[in-house]
């Protein structure tokens, strides 16, 4: 008979308190998946009086979570505390160490070390699973990791933080302000107090950044991603996008380009059509396109007690498994350096969006601009008084009139000099604003 697994939990929240309610509660579907039980025999988290609805009978509670990582009994090491630093970092190094697997949910803590802690557990034989540090439930790591092993991979983009992709539905269909629909999600809990690293798109980065090293197998690093938020988007933007057949959405992409991996965090404007433009709410969203495939779309909860248990869970079978897949896909020392791609370099379509002055001969002046820099127009509509878009005739107007400008493919490059070029005309009020578009 094989003996089971022995599992160490670091971090008794709404998560930890989950994977050992879940081990618990499936004991006997896991041992039969398995070909061997789990078991929970180690614990901490800072307060143990806490009520957690939990029983932890049975279960040596240690006094820190180095104390589980080098626990004698323990098998596996489950790290559920969070952070990019100690106690987190120092304790996943000495189960590697020590020739234990890990599996964590530590976005911040992967993006930061994840090289040097895939570099341990290559060396020492023990697992190191992340499933649940991006997405949540949805399998994208094991995709990318496993299932996909033998796929070229072109782009791979999507909707990775759920407090925007909340935030912006709720301005899309109730037409409110971001301020307001902040201050809704956070009362609701899906935004922190302090909600800059998930609204300024940083949360979104972190996760980019695994996903674009596991897809080209590069170098993992968080600074390599140029990053926007959210924050400057206005009711106005998301009723455009509409009427001009698209959604806007916070969006992390990575693709091969010419000139290298280009990752990138910020609004894009998505075809009503396409799959990821579907998705609203917290709810997350990962597209995959590969060579001689068609894109693969996985959509699922992305946050949560629940979905990210469930996560950390199959990862914990996979090791019960005996399942050793590299943590990157590929040995560390393969890896390909990776740089931080210029945005300047970016190329694609946009959506522009001008307060233009009541001048004679501005709508001329704005496309000479343009012109200049050899971007072509898809289309120039301004707004019309009852809210809707119309297409652009040079009525005499009283005070600026929002002109938007949809773009052909161009340079980002170009396409800045052309907008200080007709600020400097003086033919607008205030600054433009631009939002990429991102096509199916």
């Known amino acids: 008979m094989v003996a089971p697994l022995k599992v160490g939990i670091a971090g008794l929240g709404t998560v930890g308190a989950e994977v050992v309610r879940l081990i618990e509660a499936q004991q006997s579907i896991l041992a039969a998946r398995c070909g061997r039980g789990i078991k929970v025999v180690a614990v901490t988290a800072r307060n143990k009086a806490k009520k957690r609805g939990i029983d932890l009978r049975g279960i040596d509670w240690m006094k820190d979570p180095l104390a589980v990582a080098t626990h004698p ?45 895939a570099a341990s557990a290559e060396k020492h034989g023990g697992a190191l699973n992340y499933e649940a540090a991006v997405a949540g439930a949805i399998p994208v790591i094991k995709t990318l990791r496993e299932g996909l092993s033998g796929t070229s991979i072109n782009r791979v983009y999507g909707i990775l933080n759920g407090t925007c992709n909340y935030i912006l539905t709720r301005m899309e269909q109730e ?13 609701l809990g899906y935004a922190e107090a302090e909600p800059s690293f998930d609204v300024d798109g940083y949360d979104t980065a972190q996760k980019l950044a695994i996903l674009a090293s596991l897809a080209f197998g590069t170098k993992l690093a968080e600074s390599a991603v ?28 990575a693709m091969r380009t010419k000139t290298g991996i280009e990752q990138r965090v910020h609004p894009t404007m998505v075809p009503l059509t ?9 709810t997350n969203a990962v597209t995959i396109d590969g060579a001689g495939i068609a894109p693969i779309t996985l959509v699922g909860p992305g946050a949560g007690g629940a979905a990210t248990a469930s996560a950390v869970l199959a990862d914990i079978a996979d090791v019960a498994r005996n399942v050793r897949a590299l943590p ?19 190329e694609g379509g946009y959506y522009i969006r001008l307060m233009a002055r009541d001048l004679a001969g501005t709508a001329a002046r704005i496309a000479t601009r343009l012109a200049e820099q050899k971007i072509s127009l898809e289309s120039i509509v301004q707004k ?57």
């Open 175 to 187: 037409g409110l302000s971001f301020a307001e629909c902040l201050k809704d999600a956070q009362r």
């Open 274 to 282: 396409s799959s990821i433009a579907q998705v609203m709410g917290v």
């Open 384 to 440: 019309h008084p009852n809210g809707g878009l119309e297409p652009i005739d040079g009525t005499k107007k009283s005070s600026p009139v929002p002109v938007i400008l949809i773009t052909y493919a161009t340079s980002e490059d170009a396409m800045r000099r052309a907008l200080q070029a007709v600020q400097k005309d003086k033919v607008i009020s205030g600054k433009p604003q631009v939002i990429r578009i991102e096509k199916n």
């Open 73 to 117: 009994e323990v098998d596996c090491f489950v790290e559920l505390m969070g952070g990019a630093g100690d106690p987190a970092l120092s304790s996943i190094s000495a189960a590697l160490a020590s020739g234990k697997s890990v599996v964590t949910a530590n976005k911040a803590l992967v993006a930061k070390h994840g090289l040097k802690l």
């Open 226 to 253: 140029s990053v926007e938020g959210i924050s400057t988007i206005a009711a106005e933007d998301l009723r455009a996008a509409a009427d001009l057949g698209y959604r806007i959405k916070l969006l992390g992409v």
């Open 328 to 346: 990157f896909a590929q040995p560390v020392t393969k890896l390909t350096p990776t740089t931080k791609a210029p945005m300047e370099r970016h």
